[in-house]
């Protein structure tokens, strides 16, 4: 993405959602994705949903929980998406991450989708929702439009991938997303972000979120420690 000068480490952490959502993910992996988030001062750590209790518990509201919905596909139907919204935060999740349904997408049923939308964020109430639109997988028409409905759905964020699609978040995608929202949506890029050049890159060009594992590890490998004293 080209030279990024003056890094600042101290923001690009606070912008990082901490994620391991691998399926073979355990206990201990997810364990450690909360220490070290807490020890770099990220926004959250991002776990798969069988996780947020236990992950919740252990954290005793040192860092936010962030769970994923509908997820990786996004075909759920809605009554399961809203669903799994209302158990994932009665479990202690404070942030969710949701895929849009990129079969509707392809069909433009965006009446639909903006239905689906408003009812995940109505579970949803105060707590922080993020829309997962999967940005390989679309037009740029398409991506547009998912703009403009996710902004009228009153969802917080607009997000770029899944991770588990073709295609990460690119500088392109994220200036476009953050183009086409209204003021009051926040970006997310997820995906593919390897460098701490990178990750600063996309919070220059308007990126509010960063959903990534490599950031922390990049630091760890560097002996930095951000400024949070580590959980026992």
């Known amino acids: 993405m080209g030279e990024v000068k003056e890094l600042d480490e101290g923001r690009i952490l606070a912008a990082v959602d901490h994620?391991?959502?691998r399926p073979t993910a355990t206990w201990e992996e997810i364990r450690q994705i909360c220490d070290d988030g807490v020890a770099y001062g990220c926004?959250?750590?991002?776990?798969p949903p069988s996780y947020v209790e236990q992950a919740s518990q252990y954290l005793a509201g040192r860092l936010p929980v962030c769970t994923v919905i509908g997820f990786p596909n996004g075909y759920s139907t809605t009554a399961v998406k809203v669903f799994e919204t209302r158990d994932a935060l009665a479990h202690g999740a404070t942030e969710i991450d949701m895929v849009v349904n990129q079969g509707w997408v392809?069909?433009?049923r965006w009446e639909e989708i903006l239905a689906e939308l408003r009812a995940v964020k109505e579970a949803c109430g105060e707590?922080?929702?993020k829309v997962i639109v999967e940005t390989c997988a679309l037009t740029q028409q398409e991506k547009v439009k998912l703009c403009e409905l996710v902004t009228d759905?009153?969802?917080d964020f607009i997000k770029t991938s899944t991770g588990f699609g073709s295609g990460g978040a690119t500088a392109e995608d994220v200036a476009l997303l953050r183009a086409h929202v209204g003021p009051q949506v926040q970006v997310k890029a997820a995906g593919g972000i390897a460098s701490l050049e990178d990750a600063q890159a996309f919070l220059d060009l308007?990126?509010?979120?960063?959903?990534t594992s490599r950031i922390v590890a990049l630091m760890k490998t560097r002996g930095v420690s951000n400024h949070v004293e580590k959980s026992e």
């Open 43 to 47: 926004a959250s750590v991002c776990i």
């Open 106 to 108: 392809k069909d433009g």
């Open 153 to 155: 759905s009153g969802a």
């Open 127 to 129: 707590h922080i929702l």
């Open 206 to 211: 308007g990126a509010d979120r960063l959903g």
């Open 19 to 21: 994620t391991l959502l």
